[in-house]
């Protein structure tokens, strides 16, 4: 019999837009023959609905504009099922296809839990401490696994003493946000109140870390016990910063796959990417990025637990650089929980 996948998308979060995109490629690369797949949708204002229209919809961000049917969680855990429309569905299990705050931080992680329902993907605690820079950093450190140079603030009092401590250019940035929202590369002191200013408007941790001289370079891992990492890639950037909007546009940067290293460093930022994702609890799929030195020293820059999932993202290109297809990917992801 076909198991059934709930395959949740759009959210109460800065990256609405683009879990709309990652789900769109899962929809309709999803193999339809192996499973039942409930498209449920999350409104910006947070209301989830199953949603059974076209899925060139998501696309346009146009899917909550027609009739919808409400999904509440069934709290029964032996029940593992949503009701959706006032009828209980049962539910193999859950895949989420959410980026940011409010998905991707161990919350709906958390909620499934609660009622049964088996995750596809990393769970609540991997997800929170991914979610969190300074606490992600802090336990791949204790790892062995070096990291830039940073302090976390709570207050913008704190600026100046915190910057004496650091050495220019600085990063600032939220302590728990994706896709580089909010992010900004200071050079100065003059830079940096309004850059914390920013950071503060999205979270009540920022953290201020000193840049790493090098590329970027990530690597996709996929498992719970047995892992399989995908290509290494690299990030080559022109000028500026790797932002939100540079990461879906490509403006004035290129992503090389793979990446322009020997075989043996790239050997070497597999197996470095394969601790740092056991080390915080990574389950499923994860997407790990590093810094990449002139001197060949890899420094961990953060997890993405959910990373995009457009046909055009890193995580499926990295996957195709071992020879997996969107769609054998998929099967190998949800085989690890069904």
Same mark, same amino acid.
């Given at each position: 019999?076909?198991?059934?996948?709930?395959?949740?998308?759009?959210?109460?979060?800065?990256?609405?837009?683009?879990?709309?995109?990652?789900?769109?490629?899962?929809?309709?690369?999803?193999?339809?023959?192996?499973?039942?797949?409930?498209?449920?949708?999350?409104?910006?204002?947070?209301?989830?609905?199953?949603?059974?229209?076209? $899925?060139?919809? /998501?696309?346009?961000?146009?899917?909550?504009? !027609?009739?919808?049917?409400?999904?509440?969680?069934?709290?029964?855990?032996?029940?593992?099922?949503?009701?959706?429309?006032?009828?209980?569905?049962?539910?193999?299990?859950?895949? @989420?296809? /959410?980026? %940011?705050?409010?998905?991707?931080?161990?919350?709906?992680? %958390?909620?499934?839990?609660?009622?049964?329902?088996?995750?596809?993907?990393?769970?609540?605690?991997?997800?929170?401490?991914?979610?969190?820079?300074?606490? =992600?950093?802090?336990?791949?450190?204790?790892? %062995?696994?070096?990291?830039?140079?940073?302090?976390?603030? !709570?207050?913008?009092?704190?600026?100046?003493? &915190?910057?004496?401590? /650091? $050495?220019? @250019?600085?990063?600032?940035? @939220?302590?728990?946000?994706?896709?580089?929202?909010?992010?900004?590369?200071?050079?100065?002191?003059?830079?940096?109140?309004?850059? &914390?200013?920013?950071?503060?408007?999205?979270?009540?941790?920022?953290?201020?870390?000193?840049?790493?001289?090098?590329?970027?370079?990530?690597?996709?891992?996929?498992?719970?016990?047995? /892992?399989? &990492? %995908?290509?290494?890639?690299?990030?080559?950037?022109?000028?500026?910063?790797?932002?939100?909007?540079?990461?879906?546009?490509?403006?004035?940067?290129?992503?090389?796959?793979? =990446?322009?290293?020997?075989?043996?460093?790239?050997?070497?930022?597999?197996?470095?990417?394969?601790?740092?994702?056991?080390?915080?609890?990574?389950?499923?799929?994860?997407?790990?990025?590093?810094?990449?030195? @002139?001197?060949?020293?890899?420094?961990?820059?953060?997890?993405? $637990?959910?990373?995009?999932?457009?046909?055009?993202?890193?995580?499926?290109?990295?996957?195709?650089?071992?020879?997996?297809?969107?769609?054998?990917?998929?099967?190998?992801?949800?085989?690890?929980?069904?």
């Amino acid at each position: 019999m076909k198991k059934t996948i709930a395959v949740i998308f759009g959210g109460r979060s800065s990256e609405y837009g683009v879990s709309l995109q990652s789900a769109y490629s899962v929809l309709t690369q999803i193999n339809k023959e192996k499973y039942d797949v409930l498209p449920i949708g999350i409104t910006e204002n947070g209301i989830w609905s199953h949603y059974t229209g076209d $899925t060139e919809d /998501l696309l346009q961000d146009t899917w909550h504009t !027609h009739d919808i049917a409400p999904v509440l969680f069934n709290p029964d855990p032996l029940k593992h099922s949503l009701v959706i429309n006032g009828t209980t569905t049962q539910v193999d299990a859950m895949l @989420p296809i /959410l980026h %940011g705050i409010n998905g991707e931080d161990g919350t709906v992680q %958390g909620m499934a839990k609660l009622c049964g329902i088996p995750v596809i993907g990393c769970g609540i605690l991997a997800s929170a401490l991914c979610m969190d820079k300074q606490r =992600a950093h802090d336990l791949v450190s204790h790892a %062995g696994i070096p990291c830039a140079k940073s302090i976390t603030i !709570h207050h913008t009092c704190q600026i100046h003493s &915190v910057c004496s401590r /650091l $050495t220019f @250019p600085l990063y600032v940035k @939220p302590v728990h946000a994706g896709s580089s929202i909010g992010i900004h590369r200071c050079i100065s002191m003059e830079e940096v109140l309004p850059a &914390v200013k920013e950071a503060f408007s999205i979270d009540t941790e920022v953290i201020l870390e000193e840049e790493i001289q090098g590329s970027e370079v990530g690597c996709a891992v996929m498992g719970i016990d047995h /892992l399989t &990492v %995908g290509r290494v890639d690299e990030i080559e950037l022109s000028s500026g910063l790797f932002d939100f909007e540079e990461k879906y546009t490509l403006k004035t940067s290129t992503i090389h796959m793979p =990446a322009r290293i020997s075989e043996q460093e790239k050997l070497i930022i597999q197996e470095t990417a394969k601790k740092i994702y056991t080390t915080l609890g990574c389950t499923g799929f994860a997407r790990v990025d590093m810094f990449y030195t @002139p001197d060949k020293k890899i420094y961990f820059n953060e997890v993405n $637990t959910i990373p995009g999932f457009t046909t055009h993202s890193r995580y499926p290109a990295m996957m195709k650089g071992t020879g997996l297809t969107f769609t054998q990917m998929l099967d190998q992801i949800i085989g690890l929980y069904v």
